[in-house]
């Protein structure tokens, strides 16, 4: 069992000024085989759940709770959330000069399993994933995100959820700045992903284009650091002809 329940979280960053509240009590709860997408206007916390849960020291985490599979993630390490079963996808995946995407790949499955993948199949295995995301072999060959069109760095962010496998998935705004082939493709693979047993998602996006093709059970309106309202994927479609304009007013009004 891998349901990921975030309880109450309150979270703060620091600024010249001193600590500033962004997260102020989000409750979700994401069961196997759930996919939930979160949608809001910038600066409503979207981003912030994300990295909080996996563990950026950035962010003070400052009440409630985030378990995974009943463990407590908030006393985890960052590699420990990640062999523990947390995944993130970064909207702003960063350049590591020198450090082959190959290499890159293997060195992150061998920390995730305790052990090295066996040669023979892995390159197999890492072929198939490039191949599905419309990625040439030689791929492997180049230094991660050096170079990259903004396609090629989620595809790549996709090619590591299917190989490193994790649990739930956190995928931040994974669907920014791609073309409309490229989003198909990154569609596929976390289809893929989540078609498997067991396997959770939670999408962060600020548009519906990607929910036409990743179908969420669950969509969660962020603003103002919390949840204002949710419903089923048809709140999409009402956020897309509406916009977030009541939920930032009702948000304004109670501050």
Do not use: C
């Amino acid at each position: 069992m891998s349901e990921l329940v975030i309880q109450d979280l309150q979270v703060s960053v620091d600024t010249e000024d001193g600590p500033k509240e962004i997260l102020k009590g989000v409750t979700l709860t994401i069961k196997d085989g759930e996919t939930h997408a979160i949608m809001g206007p910038n600066g409503s916390g979207k981003s912030t759940l994300a990295y909080s849960v996996a563990g950026h020291p950035k962010y003070t985490v400052t009440g409630g709770s985030v378990t995974l599979g009943g463990e407590d993630v908030l006393a985890m390490s960052v590699d420990e959330r990640a062999r523990a079963g947390l995944f993130l996808a970064m909207q702003y995946p960063v350049e590591v000069p020198g450090v082959s995407v190959a290499n890159f790949l293997r060195t992150a499955k061998t920390a995730i399993d305790g052990e090295a993948p066996k040669l023979r199949t892995w390159v197999k295995d890492v072929n198939g994933v490039l191949g599905n995301l419309n990625l040439d072999p030689t791929f492997a060959q180049r230094s991660v995100n050096e170079g990259f069109s903004g396609g090629e760095k989620k595809r790549h962010e996709i090619a590591q959820l299917e190989l490193l496998d994790p649990k739930v998935a956190i995928l931040d705004e994974t669907d920014s700045g791609l073309d409309i082939d490229a989003l198909k493709i990154v569609s596929e693979g976390v289809n893929r992903f989540r078609a498997q047993e067991g396997k959770g998602v939670l999408l962060i996006t600020h548009y519906t284009r990607i929910l036409r093709y990743i179908q969420p059970d669950y969509v969660h309106v962020f603003v103002d650091g919390r949840v204002a309202e949710q419903g089923g994927p048809e709140l999409a479609d009402q956020l897309e002809a509406e916009g977030y304009d009541k939920y930032v007013k009702a948000a304004a009004a109670r501050a």
